[in-house]
């Protein structure tokens, strides 16, 4: 299926590429996946594995990474930054949208709301008092923001987020639905009724970042929770209080940060890793999915399993792993 209907021809695609256009002219009406080619649009083929879906392929060209061959005598762009070229066609086919200013009649401001022009307040916000919005910044429907909340400039802000008081959130931050950002640190002295530890901090979302729908960023207890700049959490990632994330980070879906954290900047996490409290975390370190972090990473690398090692390590012990019930008969068969 197609992404979506332009009609440009390749020439002008080749020129926005950087690449070399073989073949016709021709005008395309837009851009679909190899698996599913579509009449008359284009589609990317960055792998070798995907030439063979040239081959009898609908699609009416092909932008081709350098090196790959395709058989097929429809026309082709060769590029040599497929993920560089896939950017500049979305931001093509899908250009940022002006910001119009608009503040929906059913939307509830405050007293003392400082909002910028142009900012477009969707329906059904609520801003508390004392909070400020930075120009060409979108909110969309039933987003809560507390008291004394600052927002930059060119945010994104989309359904049903919650942001708490007192939360600094700089320019170009994306935050997705459902996000929470501020809520209370999970913070309790042990006893019959555990007694709630005062969180009286802050969260800091530094210049690019985005968070992803669902996640959940606490509040410090004293201090700040931070997101450096332009680091990307996944959806439902948990960041707990007074960590501190570096900048640039990546982080998939259901990571979750214990509190009192320092990660580094570049940290790379997959999906379900774990990182226990008050623990150090070298820049450049990358964590496998569901790799548990139980305490300090002073060395950049690869790291998997849980507990955590050496990601060469780790390989070589889950390959006896996966022997150990044929050693197992082995040792009984020489005990008989």
Do not use: W
Not at 143 to 163: D, M, S
């Amino acid at each position: 299926m197609a992404s979506h209907n332009i009609k440009v021809n390749l020439a002008s695609i080749a020129k926005l590429l950087n690449g070399q256009l073989r073949g016709d002219d021709i005008e395309i009406t837009g851009l679909c996946t190899p698996e599913e080619q579509v009449s008359g649009c284009m589609c990317i083929i960055a792998q070798k594995k995907l030439t063979e879906l040239t081959k009898n392929g609908s699609a009416a060209a092909y932008i081709v990474a350098e090196g790959l061959v395709l058989e097929t005598d429809k026309p082709q762009i060769i590029i040599k930054d497929v993920k560089d070229a896939l950017v500049k066609i979305l931001n093509f086919i899908y250009p940022s949208e002006e910001i119009k200013h608009h503040i929906s009649n059913h939307a509830a401001v405050g007293e003392n709301v400082n909002i910028s022009n142009p900012c477009y307040i969707d329906n059904f916000v609520s801003i508390s008092s004392n909070s400020s919005i930075g120009k060409n910044t979108k909110i969309y429907p039933s987003v809560v923001i507390g008291e004394n909340v600052t927002i930059g400039e060119n945010c994104i802000i989309y359904p049903n987020v919650t942001i708490y008081d007192n939360v600094t959130i700089g320019n170009n931050v994306i935050i997705h639905a459902g996000a929470v950002i501020g809520a209370d640190g999970f913070g309790f002295i042990p006893g019959a009724n555990p007694t709630k530890i005062p969180q009286k901090g802050t969260v800091i979302l530094e210049d690019f970042v985005e968070i992803g729908a669902n996640s959940c960023i606490d509040r410090a207890t004293i201090g700040a929770t931070i997101i450096g700049f332009g680091t990307k959490l996944d959806d439902l990632v948990m960041v707990g209080h007074n960590t501190q994330l570096g900048k640039a980070c990546l982080i998939a879906s259901q990571v979750g940060f214990s509190g009192s954290i320092k990660v580094g900047d570049y940290v790379v996490a997959g999906g379900q890793a774990g990182f226990a409290d008050h623990i150090t975390v070298a820049s450049g370190s990358m964590f496998g999915g569901q790799t548990g972090i139980p305490n300090n990473i002073t060395k950049k690398g690869m790291y998997m399993g849980s507990p955590c090692m050496d990601f060469t390590k780790f390989a070589k012990a889950h390959a006896v792993f996966q022997e150990l019930p044929e050693l197992k008969r082995r040792i009984k068969d020489l005990g008989k």
